[in-house]
């Protein structure tokens, strides 16, 4: 296996793993929030695609598509997610029109996942070794491909806090 089969396998495995600790969750729970815990899950699915889908854009080029992350709220559910309202440091607000249906959050988030690691695949040594503004800092595009992974499941822990405090079953009973 070539080490970008391994990054791009890894970036996929992350759609099974997240997707288990949806089970459970409806279109009204996804929107909601527990105290003291810092989003719900339409938030953190939403962030993550819109987070895979920049690193993606990197590396193959190609737009976020518009059919997934929107520039402009539409003011009723949407079908896709505002950029503004799942961005590094937006506040997940508790209301249906603001985020698309769990079933269109979860399509968004295993596309970026789909797109991502089809990009990594794809792209030639030179390309996954570029250094890329990212944050604050600088990265090589092959290790934010590994810190997708990391964030996905930093993610994934937030969603499994949030069942816990929504009083839901285990994933694992």
Request: charge should be neutral; glycine fraction near 6%; hydrophobic fraction near 40%.
């Amino acid at each position: 296996m070539t080490p970008n089969q391994v990054l791009s396998e890894a970036v996929l495995s992350t759609k099974m793993l997240l997707g288990r600790y949806l089970a459970g969750f409806t279109d009204e729970t996804c929107i909601t929030q527990a105290p003291n815990l810092p989003n719900h899950v339409a938030w953190n699915l939403g962030h993550l695609a819109l987070t895979m889908h920049r690193v993606a854009q990197m590396v193959d080029g190609s737009p976020i598509p518009a059919s997934d992350i929107s520039s402009s709220p539409t003011g009723q559910r949407p079908t896709a997610f505002h950029s503004e309202s799942i961005s590094f440091g937006s506040k997940p607000a508790n209301d249906a029109a603001v985020y698309p249906s769990l079933p269109r959050c979860t399509e968004i988030y295993n596309a970026a996942c789909d797109r991502l690691a089809a990009a990594i695949a794809k792209a030639p040594e030179s390309k996954l070794a570029e250094t890329v503004k990212w944050g604050n800092g600088e990265s090589q595009i092959w290790t934010l491909a590994l810190r997708m992974v990391f964030h996905n499941g930093f993610h994934t822990g937030q969603i499994a806090d949030l069942r816990r405090a929504l009083g839901f079953k285990s994933i694992f009973a």
